[in-house]
């Protein structure tokens, strides 16, 4: 996703539509089977030829233990700022809080903070 945004600036909210979806899916499933990603960014989207995205590298990824985590993981501009302030967190929500800040990206080119 990253090269992609690099070569042809960002989608358009058509464009983003599909790779959102299947990122949304995606992490539903592995918060379902309580899989937390933990490094949710543009550079572990990967996109086929058709364009679908693919969520990669899960080195960070951890199961959730039924209580909160305290590791300290994850790419800061991308991260919850609970994590920040090294406070425990829940893994699903701040997966999400990084799945927002990605397709912010994907549609305007630059972090919003």
Known sequence: MLDHLLQHGPLTEE???????QLVSALQYCHLKGIVHRDLKLENVLLDPEGNAKLANFGL???VPGRPLS???GTPCYTAPEVLRRQPYNGPPDDLWSLGLLL????TGSPPF
């Open 15 to 21: 464009e983003a539509r599909g790779p959102s979806r």
């Open 104 to 107: 912010h990206v994907m549609l």
């Open 61 to 63: 990824s951890s199961v």
């Open 71 to 73: 590791t300290y993981c």
